[in-house]
């Protein structure tokens, strides 16, 4: 049996930052790999949907040429040099992620417990005095039938050509990432949501702004569909809307309905707890085994590749959880958001003010041609305590960053106004949005 300091179950965002920083502070690191380094968001997730949306972008932008004053009328979509600059963003990251594990030890195969701080790898054991679970998460699917013959978001990003049309079930991030680009690169997409509106847990206003405008690029989007079944192998979806049964075909046929923990083998070997199919943790990332943590997806927490970068920190003694993480949707237009809504604040008996700003107001987006957004900043009424900030348009995520550090240190709405923001930017929109209720 080896021993190491520290062993990392797991190289996606949290579990390689984490060796590699383990490295650094000089513990004797090892990390388990079952299949490529990067893990989900790397090599089938956030990196190549990004190559992605850089080309759908590139597409919307084309064929709204003639209003910048280019001609461009005779663009057409070749996805296989698309789909071929994908691969090489993910090979050339890859290659990054393995030199910044330089002075981890890297054992490739399924790790599994073998008892109290025990992580076998086929048929060697190695003990470490803390071991990471950081083996992420797998594509969901509905408990119906025929489920087994959809695409799920892997499947898709392994194609090669486009198909005539696709039906997306969920209208969640994934979901609406992946109709905005392919709606843009030529493909006639729609939607099948559940819920009342897409994106459950955003900003109920945005949420309706980025279903409008996909709306208008041609995107079918149905609301409060519950899928029923998926046939024909795969080609048809039959779902009820409002009481009432319907059907749609398409060539293709994607689940995007979220992601599920994936948890490594002999867990109840080593003591250690899951609930839904999730690893339990406290704030400091710790099990319910003393010297056993899990960050990222395994543990529910945020499903999202930076929220399981900062827990690995976090399980390392570096610093706190931190207070509000923000998330994005990397949609056509973009949406970003942190803190808290109004309608959360007004759920939890928090007295707050909602301050907007249009993007169609702003020079600079009138500049860039991108006059459709909307940047709404939450603040607490008695204090001007910054609550949240919830934005659809372009650049949204960037602009979320600005008030993620302004939130996570407990600024008011005064000190940001009083901050002097570049002329012109998509920046100004902040204090646009302040102005009318910052005290």
Known sequence: ???????????????????????????????????ELGGTCLNRGC?????????????????RGAQLGIETSNVTIDYARAAARKDDVVAS?????????????IVRGNARFAGDHVVAVG??????????IATGSRPATLPVEGAEDAADSDTI???TTLPADLIIIGGGVIGMEFASIYSALGVKVTVLEYCREILPGFDTEIAKRLRMALKRRGVTIVTSAQVTAIRDGGTVVEYEEKGRAKSLSAEKVMMAVGRRPVVPEGLEAAGVVTE????VTDESMSTSVEGIYAIGD??????????????????LGLQKLPACIPAAVFTVPECGSVGLTAEQCAAEGIDALEGKAIYRANGKALAMDEPDGLAKIVVERATGRL?????????AADLVQELTVAISQSMTARQLLDTVHIHPTLAELIPAALSNIAP
Do not use: F
């Not at 390689?16 to 490295?23: N, P």
């Not at 190549?48 to 972008?57: D, F, I, S, Y």
């Not at 543990?299 to 929220?307: F, I, S, T, Y």
């Not at 609550?387 to 650049?395: K, M, Q, S, T, V």
């Open 123 to 132: 048929d060697e054991e190695y003990d470490a005095p803390r071991i990471i």
């Open 47 to 63: 990196i190549p949907t990004k190559a992605l949306c850089r080309t759908a972008e590139a597409a919307l932008l084309c064929r």
């Open 387 to 395: 609550l949240g900030a919830h934005i659809c348009g372009a650049h």
């Open 1 to 35: 049996m080896t021993t190491y300091d520290i062993i990392i179950i797991g190289s996606g965002p949290g579990g390689y930052t984490t060796a590699a920083e383990a490295a650094r502070l000089g513990l004797r690191s090892m990390i388990v790999e079952r299949d």
């Open 276 to 279: 839904r199919g999730r690893i």
């Open 157 to 159: 990003l392994s194609l």
């Open 298 to 315: 395994v543990n529910g927490r945020c499903m999202l590749a930076h929220a399981a970068t900062v827990q690995g920190r976090v399980a």
């Open 93 to 105: 990251l890859r290659e990054g992620v393995a030199m910044a594990l330089n002075g981890v030890d």
